[in-house]
């Protein structure tokens, strides 16, 4: 009987429920900390969080040192950026926070690490790779937006400047104002406002909110969406190949070569029966 090797023992280590679910309270732990921080506190309280601060950075060291050594092929490890994003962050946070100029920064990466839950859990994981993928197709839908909000921008400066400099005043300000407007931030009281010199002003605001709160953002939700489904598709499409199952684009494909088997049988016993009439 074959014993298992450190490498596979690592391995199932690290694709343990039990383990990924430790991991995740130590993350949970690691945020908390760092808010506890942010308060004033008795100085033995203080000392007990930074020892405890130092146990998290142990344990992602230990972690992320499992996770490295139950890796197949040591050289495909850093490929994957997640990987790379934890060593970083794990790294980051061994330098000293006391009495070192890095300290700011280690402080800052210690408020980071509670991103690595992202990397833990593949559901978060899944949503922010749709939510990248779509930023190529999102880039013309704000593009679009930001032309929409420049052409109100100028317009509502050039109208309403002398009803209220601090809000209309120049096309920065105009812009911060409408984006007030398309949040419903109080936009009621900024039309309100202009509608007493301007009675039809309520048309610019109408049409604005119409345009961006309605249009556009609905339009950015449907392509996030739509890159979600396909992601999600593309991962239960590598589940099925890792389990060696059908997926239902396979069962669709073999329905498919069944029918126009069947169709061509049937084309075949059809010019049979005619040529057995004819002859």
Known sequence: ?????????????????????????VIIGSALLVGAKTYELHPLTQQAITWLDRLVTLIFLAEISIRF?????????????????DTLIVVVSLIPID????????????????LRMVSIIPELRLLLNSLLK????????????????????????????????????DVSIALLTLFRVMTFEDWTDVMYETMVVYPLSWVYYITFIFFTAFAFLNMVIGIVVNVMNDEHAKVLKQKAKEAHEPTLVDLYAKLEAMEAQLQRQAGAENASRRDSLSG
């Open 99 to 114: 009495n070192s100029d890095m300290a700011l920064v280690a402080r800052l990466v210690r408020v980071f690490r509670v």
């Open 134 to 169: 779509a930023l190529p197709q999102l880039g013309y839908v704000l593009l679009l937006m930001f032309i929409i909000f420049y052409i109100y921008a100028a317009m509502g400066s050039t109208l309403f400047e002398h009803i209220n400099e601090e809000l209309w005043g």
């Open 69 to 85: 050594l139950g890796e197949e092929q040591k050289r495909h490890f850093f490929r994957n950026g997640w990987n790379v994003f």
């Open 1 to 25: 009987m074959n014993t298992p090797s450190l490498q596979q023992r690592f391995g199932e280590l690290r694709s343990n429920k039990l383990f990924e679910l430790f991991v995740v309270a």
